[in-house]
């Protein structure tokens, strides 16, 4: 009796915890929460575009380019690899975390490309999320996700213009070109082919994954005393989240302006606002620099070429990578497109007049800082609701 009970509870356990989706907006607090934590322990926040920015310069330099005139490269500091970097190691242990949560739910299984529209969309969407994310030096996390709690004035303009693209992107999309294709065909037999074998195909990606994940944390055990297995156990949590909360800041947009539905963004700007607390209490305690940067064209710019890349190409930084990991060839392109996006911005950089690039830094330090800061948040969340309920009243 007591073995059947712990078979059903550990059968409800893989149901609910393993199996299903969690709660977008559930997922995307906890997310806050522990990229808070990341914060605190490493001084940095949850990011991945700069390391992106990283290996395309590496790629390049396997081709015998010399970036040592290139002042982009430079700054963004090219010393060591991706297993000896707190970013590379982190954006490995999230591919690694989306694996583990994909495959434990059977959810890792090739699809294609829908179309050569789609396939375009996405090479240039990912190409152009690429350039405007380091255009501003930051995607929709360092800018945005956890740019907004770390009191620089430059992440609300960012978000302003990251939303004008968004807005832009969508008109673009209305467009025939772009619009989904389908085609009825009237059969007698079934058409879905189910792969026989997904289940299995699974539990051997699953078993590779943890493999993986123990191999490499031993390895970095062994070569460091606890940064980077640290940063490595943060990305598995980040990368399970993701995938499990299917948390992708382009559906929260598209989901808000076009499907009137604004839980998701709403919890995302109450677990920014909860996280700025958190982020002022460690800035008072000391040993901790918030990012702050200058607010120029360049950034706006950026900003607006990244907010149009992500819905142009269907996924932000956070959506492209769980998705790629699933199967979804779309995604993979999306990938490829951001690094070849960062590439473009690093080799131009250079070329772009100072006037361009150069702004203010306002940093909004103090108790002062935290209201205003917290002001901010509260206008976005009544502009949700206000938004939300006018859209649904129409």
């Known amino acids: 009796m007591k073995t059947s009970n712990f078979g059903a509870e550990l059968a409800h356990f893989h149901q609910n915890y393993l199996s299903k989706f969690y709660s977008n907006t559930k997922a995307v607090m906890v997310l806050s929460i522990m990229a808070t934590l990341y914060f605190a322990i490493f001084g940095g926040v949850f990011a991945v575009t700069g390391e992106f920015t990283r290996i395309g310069g590496e790629i390049l330099e396997l081709f015998g380019m010399d970036l040592s005139s290139y002042s982009y490269y430079q700054k963004q500091n090219l010393n060591g690899t991706m297993l000896t970097r707190v970013d590379g190691v982190m954006i490995i242990g999230l591919i690694i975390g989306c694996l583990l949560a994909a495959s434990v739910a059977n959810k890792v299984y090739f699809r294609k490309i829908a179309s050569k529209t789609r396939f375009f969309q996405a090479l240039v969407g990912g190409i152009l999320a690429g350039f405007g994310a380091r255009l501003a030096w930051g995607c929709n996390l360092a800018n945005f996700f956890t740019g907004l709690p770390y009191f620089s004035l430059h992440t609300w303009v960012f978000a302003i213009f990251m939303c004008l693209g968004v807005a832009a992107a969508i008109l673009v999309l209305k467009i025939k070109i772009f619009a989904p294709r389908y085609e009825m065909i ?18 051997i990606i699953l078993f590779l994954s943890v493999i993986a994940f123990f191999v490499f944390f031993a390895y970095l055990a062994s070569n460091d005393t606890k940064n ?70 360049g950034l706006c710019t950026g900003a607006f070429i990244f907010g149009f890349g992500i819905v142009f190409a269907g996924g932000c930084e956070c959506g492209f990578l769980y998705r790629a990991v699933e199967g979804q060839t779309h995604f993979i392109v999306v990938g490829i497109g951001n690094i070849i996006g960062t590439m473009l911005i690093a080799l131009n950089y250079d070329l772009l007049p100072k006037w ?20 901010l948040f509260l206008i976005s969340i009544a502009l949700i609701l206000f938004y939300a309920r006018r859209k649904n009243e129409n």
Do not use: H
């Open 186 to 203: 009237k059969t007698n037999t079934p058409q879905l082919k189910i792969d026989k074998n997904l289940e299995q195909k699974n539990k």
């Open 228 to 297: 980077l297995p640290t940063a490595l156990i943060f990305g598995v949590i980040f990368g399970w989240l993701i995938q499990k909360g299917q948390i992708c800041f382009t559906s929260c947009f598209r989901d808000l302006f076009l499907f009137k539905r604004y839980s998701f963004s709403l919890a995302l700007f109450v677990s920014m606002l909860v996280a700025s607390i958190f982020v002022f209490a460690l800035l008072n305690k000391g040993g901790y620099n918030a990012k702050v940067l200058e607010i120029s064209l």
């Open 356 to 375: 361009f690039l150069s702004g203010e830094k306002i940093k909004l330090s103090g108790y002062s800082g935290l209201g205003i800061n917290i002001a």
